[in-house]
């Protein structure tokens, strides 16, 4: 059985003779188009869900566009804009503002930032004062919260009980002074030298010249790797800050990518700090 080619609207009609067919073995309804006002016959569940309006697409088309020029006319609150909406959406009350953006700056409005004069845009039921936690920082108000919180702590016994007792421990403790966190230059368990000397160093020739004796050495593969080629860096095997002596040692140095090197110097760390 061929397959019937469309080639008009008038093809998209129901067929009179398929719909009786359908009538009498019972998987069909009889409608009537809402626009010419022609007989046709749909599938139950179409009309059940109110869908069979319409006989065809042209009636359909017909049928949307006179429901288009039965829109209200609205005015938007904000800009003064006449625009249309349905009935559907004038009943609840939702056609108010033409866009979103027309909603969005109805619901806020322009402050001035008294620390920098700066006017910025804010919702109204945030009640926003500043216009950047910068200048809210910097708000005398803040100094003044502050103050009276700590006045309500120290009020508490409780609470004032558990502020000494943690002024005591940071000023007395000798492990919470030895933190490595509050240590400085040499005494950090993490120092490697004076940086900037290194850095020095590194841009000079004798340092380019020994990176370069320490690759050919390695035929330029990765020593921890195996892979030849490629972006590789020169790694001391006794460390640049603890031994002076051998910074410019061939047989101090090994060719390793930069994956292999970064992956060494955290196994470096993890170890330093295991102990």
């Known amino acids: 059985m061929g397959v019937k ?31 010419c006002g022609k007989v046709f016959y749909a599938e139950p569940n179409r009309v059940r ?10 009636c359909s088309y017909a049928s949307r566009s006179r429901n288009a020029r039965r829109r209200i006319e609205h005015i938007c609150l904000w800009c003064g804009k006449t625009f249309y909406i349905t009935h559907s959406r004038a009943e609840n009350g939702r056609g108010k503002y033409c866009s979103k953006e027309c909603k969005r700056l109805s619901l806020g409005e322009m ?18 004062i500043y216009c950047s936690k910068i200048c809210a920082d910097a708000a005398p108000e803040k100094s003044k919260r502050a103050r009276a919180s700590a006045l309500v702590q120290w009020a508490d016994s409780r609470q004032r009980a ?13 492990e919470w002074r030895g933190a490595a966190h509050f240590q400085r230059g040499a005494l950090h368990p993490r120092y490697k030298g004076n940086k900037r ?20 050495q390695a035929n330029y593969t990765c ?42 110097h955290s196994l470096e760390r993890s170890c330093q700090m295991m102990g």
């Open 223 to 264: 020593d921890l790797s195996g892979f030849r080629g490629g972006k590789l860096e020169a790694h001391h095997i006794q460390a640049w800050a603890e031994y002076p002596e051998g910074r410019y040692a061939v047989s101090n140095g090994a060719a390793l990518s930069i994956r292999s090197h970064h992956l060494l």
């Open 197 to 216: 000397a290194r850095l020095t160093d590194v841009g000079r020739y004798r340092y380019k010249l020994w990176h370069k004796m320490v690759l050919a």
């Open 162 to 174: 558990k502020l000494l007792r943690g002024i005591k421990l940071r000023s007395e403790s000798p």
């Open 111 to 128: 402050k001035m930032c008294p620390i920098c004069h700066k006017q910025f845009w804010a919702y109204k039921k945030d009640n926003r």
């Open 49 to 58: 869900a109110g869908r069979a309006k319409n006989c065809c697409l042209k």
């Open 5 to 35: 080619r469309i080639q008009s609207i008038e093809d998209l009609q129901p067929d009179p003779k398929n719909a009786n067919l359908g009538t009498e073995r019972g998987r069909g309804m009889r409608c009537i188009c809402e626009n």
